[in-house]
């Protein structure tokens, strides 16, 4: 830090605030204690006069004692702390308040809902825990504590996966981790930070048991693995979803899902993202008609929601059927492989050239027995149900594709530049520009082809969107007259791309990133995240609606149903 901290004279000395234990270098000069304010956290100051300080040992002890205190502390541990506490824009302490006396940290989990995943070690247990931390603490959006559905803030989503994953049925238990004890407190809110009122954080925090293995986006970023093995990945998570959790509480749709759980969910998140950052989320970028993303016009979230709604057709169409237990976040984060070495195996057999009969035999090898699918992280959020009652359209867990096709993986992991356009009377223009070789896009090799409607080549595929007919026609067994899916809901298709669409445009809250000590840098860089995400979700909806309109009659090498003939309300 340099030392030249300087008031006008007569007014009053500005004072520093730090959130947390300290170790302050002051370079040219010497610095007061009471230029800092750390409440009741510890501040050690340490004045380099010169250079020679740093270049030499022993003309400065304090300096030296400083290097050598650092040394010793940077264990195997601390570094894994130091590294993740940095990712998220926090600091160390902050982290190991929630570990206590006698653990270790092992690692951490990867997720995009600001809740926070600690691998621990207890002392005199070789066992490995799962503690998951969702707090009030933890997020950068505000959200009403007493939210209700989509709605419900994200630390009482814990409270709810743990009676879910308690109550799951015996059949599914092997697909998910086990649940143990759990705790909800309320902790003090720092002086500094308590502009909104609040003089306390709620958090909810509960242990389930680890599971071994590699979530199936980070297998992805490591090991880049040919399209194919993804597809036939995808295929046995589908099944899986498809014929065992949603088999399980499946009922006719009480009606009301779409407003419920999609139009109102859409709106109430934006309205969130309004108040958090105002200025990203302004109107400029929200309301107006339309919004050029990438050089392509499309109408913008409001417009898109007026369009569904005034059409009684379309919104027969995109209600759902029939409701069944869900997953409910089947991000591939929260998706994980007990053993990688079938996928790996048949990597290895179509880079090296292998026969085509060894390939498939390789490629039939993938199972969920060999692989040993684990899902994480339930959303445990029904329609008008939670916990071990959830309840909601099964649509909802396609989620896989947003990964990939979506460019979910490519957008969370920022590897992309963002350049925005809006104003008064402006149309706003959002360019989402993906770095190239970046390992998302080596690995899923989308083209893009649902924006300008261009071939797919089934029979000789290169990307993830080549796979999309064959992997559905699979699992949903689409080339069957007498497929249940078809009868149950023969425009999955349409709904498809409509429920990818509402995932990403109120996806947007889970996203802004704050700075250490909780402050909000509002503007579309800091918080281009969620401004890509939801410029995602709009190219989504607007192809559900060309479809709807018959302007779209295929979709990733599927033909698009027709609509029975129904005039508009």
Same mark, same amino acid.
């Given at each position: 830090?340099?030392?030249?901290?300087?008031?006008?004279?007569?007014?009053?000395?500005?004072?520093?605030?730090?959130?947390?234990?300290?170790?302050?270098?002051?370079?040219?000069?010497?610095?007061?204690?009471?230029?800092?304010?750390?409440?009741?956290?510890?501040?050690?100051?340490?004045?380099?006069?010169?250079?020679?300080?740093?270049?030499?040992?022993?003309?400065?002890?304090?300096?030296?004692?400083?290097?050598?205190?650092?040394?010793?502390?940077?264990?195997?541990?601390?570094?894994?702390?130091?590294?993740?506490?940095?990712?998220?824009?926090?600091?160390?302490?902050?982290?190991?308040?929630?570990?206590?006396?006698?653990?270790?940290?092992?690692?951490?989990?990867?997720?995009?809902?600001?809740?926070?995943?600690?691998?621990?070690?207890?002392?005199?247990?070789?066992?490995?825990?799962?503690?998951?931390?969702?707090?009030?603490?933890?997020?950068?959006?505000?959200?009403?504590?007493?939210?209700?559905?989509?709605?419900?803030?994200?630390?009482?989503?814990?409270?709810?996966?743990?009676?879910?994953?308690?109550?799951?049925?015996?059949?599914?238990?092997?697909?998910?981790?086990?649940?143990?004890?759990?705790?909800?407190?309320?902790?003090?809110?720092?002086?500094?930070?308590?502009?909104?009122?609040?003089?306390?954080?709620?958090?909810?925090?509960?242990?389930?048991?680890?599971?071994?293995?590699?979530?199936?986006?980070?297998?992805?970023?490591?090991?880049?693995?040919?399209?194919?093995?993804?597809?036939?990945?995808?295929?046995?998570?589908?099944?899986?979803?498809?014929?065992?959790?949603?088999?399980?509480?499946?009922?006719?749709?009480?009606?009301?899902?779409?407003?419920? #759980?999609?139009?109102? *969910?859409?709106? &109430?998140?934006?309205?969130?993202?309004? +108040? !958090?950052?105002? $200025?990203?989320? %302004?109107?400029?970028?929200?309301?107006?008609?339309?919004?050029?993303?990438?050089?392509?016009?499309?109408?913008?979230?409001?417009?898109?929601?007026?369009?569904?709604?005034?059409?009684?057709?379309?919104?027969?169409?995109?209600?759902?059927?029939?409701?069944?237990?869900?997953?409910?976040?089947?991000?591939?984060?929260?998706?994980?492989?007990?053993?990688?070495?079938?996928?790996?195996?048949?990597?290895?057999?179509?880079?090296?050239?292998?026969?085509?009969?060894?390939?498939?035999?390789?490629?039939?090898?993938?199972?969920?027995? #060999?692989?040993?699918? *684990?899902?994480? &992280?339930?959303?445990?959020?029904?329609? +008008? !149900?939670?916990? $071990?009652?959830? %309840?909601?359209?099964?649509?909802?867990?396609?989620?896989?594709?947003?990964?990939?096709?979506?460019?979910?993986?490519?957008?969370?992991?920022?590897?992309?530049?963002?350049?925005?356009?809006?104003?008064?009377?402006?149309?706003?223009?959002?360019?989402?520009?993906?770095?190239?070789?970046?390992?998302?896009?080596?690995?899923?090799?989308?083209?893009?082809?649902?924006?300008?409607?261009?071939?797919?080549?089934?029979?000789?595929?290169?990307?993830?969107?080549?796979?999309?007919?064959?992997?559905?026609?699979?699992?949903?067994?689409?080339?069957?007259?007498?497929?249940?899916?078809?009868?149950?809901?023969?425009?999955?298709?349409?709904?498809?791309?409509?429920?990818?669409?509402?995932?990403?445009?109120?996806?947007?809250?889970?996203?802004?990133?704050?700075?250490?000590?909780?402050?909000?840098?509002?503007?579309?860089?800091?918080?281009?995240?969620?401004?890509?995400?939801?410029?995602?979700?709009?190219?989504?909806?607007?192809?559900?609606?060309?479809?709807?309109?018959?302007?779209?009659?295929?979709?990733?090498?599927?033909?698009?149903?027709?609509?029975?003939?129904?005039?508009?309300?």
């Amino acid at each position: 830090m340099s030392s030249s901290l300087r008031t006008a004279p007569g007014s009053p000395a500005r004072r520093i605030q730090l959130n947390g234990n300290c170790q302050i270098l002051s370079l040219g000069s010497t610095l007061a204690a009471a230029h800092f304010d750390t409440g009741p956290f510890r501040a050690d100051i340490v004045s380099v006069g010169s250079p020679v300080d740093i270049w030499r040992k022993r003309v400065n002890p304090a300096l030296d004692d400083f290097e050598v205190r650092s040394t010793l502390a940077l264990t195997a541990e601390y570094g894994k702390v130091l590294r993740h506490a940095r990712g998220r824009n926090l600091l160390s302490s902050a982290v190991y308040a929630y570990v206590d006396a006698g653990e270790e940290v092992v690692g951490f989990g990867k997720g995009g809902s600001e809740s926070m995943t600690i691998f621990i070690r207890k002392e005199g247990d070789d066992r490995l825990y799962v503690r998951k931390i969702l707090s009030e603490a933890l997020t950068t959006a505000r959200w009403d504590r007493e939210g209700e559905g989509v709605m419900l803030p994200p630390f009482a989503k814990a409270r709810n996966q743990a009676e879910y994953l308690e109550a799951l049925p015996a059949s599914l238990r092997p697909y998910f981790p086990e649940a143990f004890g759990g705790l909800e407190r309320e902790i003090p809110v720092p002086a500094h930070l308590g502009g909104d009122g609040r003089t306390t954080h709620h958090e909810v925090i509960y242990e389930m048991s680890y599971v071994p293995g590699q979530e199936v986006s980070r297998f992805v970023a490591e090991h880049c693995p040919p399209p194919a093995v993804i597809a036939r990945l995808y295929a046995v998570v589908f099944t899986v979803l498809n014929d065992r959790v949603h088999a399980v509480n499946r009922v006719p749709s009480p009606g009301e899902t779409l407003e419920v #759980s999609y139009f109102r *969910k859409i709106e &109430d998140r934006l309205d969130l993202c309004r +108040r !958090t950052a105002p $200025r990203t989320f %302004s109107p400029h970028l929200l309301d107006t008609e339309r919004i050029v993303i990438d050089g392509v016009p499309y109408l913008n979230s409001g417009a898109l929601l007026r369009r569904f709604r005034e059409n009684l057709a379309f919104l027969d169409v995109l209600e759902p059927r029939f409701h069944s237990l869900v997953m409910g976040d089947t991000n591939t984060e929260n998706i994980k492989i007990t053993d990688v070495e079938p996928l790996l195996r048949a990597q290895r057999l179509i880079e090296s050239g292998a026969a085509a009969d060894e390939v498939d035999a390789a490629l039939a090898g993938i199972t969920d027995e #060999s692989l040993g699918i *684990k899902f994480l &992280d339930p959303r445990a959020i029904g329609f +008008r !149900t939670t916990g $071990r009652d959830t %309840s909601d359209d099964p649509m909802y867990d396609n989620k896989p594709w947003h990964n990939s096709i979506g460019h979910y993986d490519e957008i969370h992991h920022e590897h992309f530049a963002l350049r925005v356009e809006c104003g008064e009377g402006l149309t706003p223009r959002v360019d989402v520009e993906f770095t190239p070789g970046n390992p998302y896009q080596r690995a899923y090799r989308v083209r893009d082809v649902a924006v300008d409607g261009g071939p797919v080549y089934p029979d000789a595929p290169r990307g993830m969107e080549d796979h999309f007919a064959r992997v559905m026609t699979e699992v949903y067994g689409l080339d069957d007259p007498d497929s249940r899916h078809l009868r149950d809901d023969p425009y999955w298709l349409i709904r498809f791309a409509f429920v990818m669409g509402t995932h990403f445009t109120a996806m947007p809250p889970f996203h802004f990133q704050a700075e250490v000590g909780g402050t909000v840098i509002d503007g579309h860089q800091s918080q281009r995240r969620p401004v890509a995400i939801y410029c995602e979700g709009v190219k989504w909806l607007n192809w559900a609606l060309e479809m709807l309109e018959g302007r779209r009659t295929e979709f990733l090498g599927l033909p698009v149903p027709p609509l029975p003939e129904q005039g508009p309300a």
